[in-house]
Every structure is written in structure tokens, then in C-alpha cells.
């Protein structure tokens, strides 16, 4: 089932049109341009913390990263999206 995941992070606006607004709009117009997927209804969003242990079998296959400032993570941070993004084949 594909799943949209919004990053929360440091700006104040990674959250700018989460859930019915933005992030259920693009899942709706997924689920009805694509009738053969499966498409979750519901939008989620993870933290660092949770993207970092998730699974390498089974990861978050998309996450996406909004906001309307700055994008700045912390080594730490930028570390924790080199390894979904290369040891559990992740997306962003």
C-alpha cells in the first residue's frame, strides 16, 4: 500500500498543508488516476527518530519534505536520511 509521510522537522511550517489541504488531495487524485494500486486515505507524518528505525525489510517508501523556510538539518539529522535513503532504499 503506498503511503505519503511528511518529515516533521525543524521549520515551524513543515506542517503548510498537511492532512486535508494538501497531503489527502494528492492521495485522492493518486487513488483515482491509479484504480490497479493500493493507496492509503490517510496522510502520516514521522520524526527523525521514527524514519531512523524503521525497518530496512519494510521503510517508509516515500517521504516527503515540506515547509516554506529553510531546510536545515543537523549532521545527526542528515545522517539518519543518508541511511533510509541508501540502506533501506528510501525516497524522498
Known sequence: KY??????HSDGSWNKN?????DRNLLAFLKANEP???ISEE???VDYQ???RASAKKPF??????GA???????AER???????????GMI
Open 61 to 66: 517508501p516515500l517521504v516527503y519534505i515540506g
Open 79 to 89: 545522517k539518519i536520511l543518508r541511511e533510509y535513503l541508501i540502506d533501506k532504499h
Open 3 to 8: 503511503e505519503l509521510v511528511r518529515l516533521r
Open 50 to 52: 521514527t524514519l531512523a
Open 43 to 45: 496522510d502520516k507524518s
Open 18 to 22: 498537511f492532512g486535508i489541504a494538501g
Open 69 to 75: 523556510h529553510g531546510f536545515t538539518p543537523t549532521e
Open 36 to 38: 490497479l494500486a493500493k
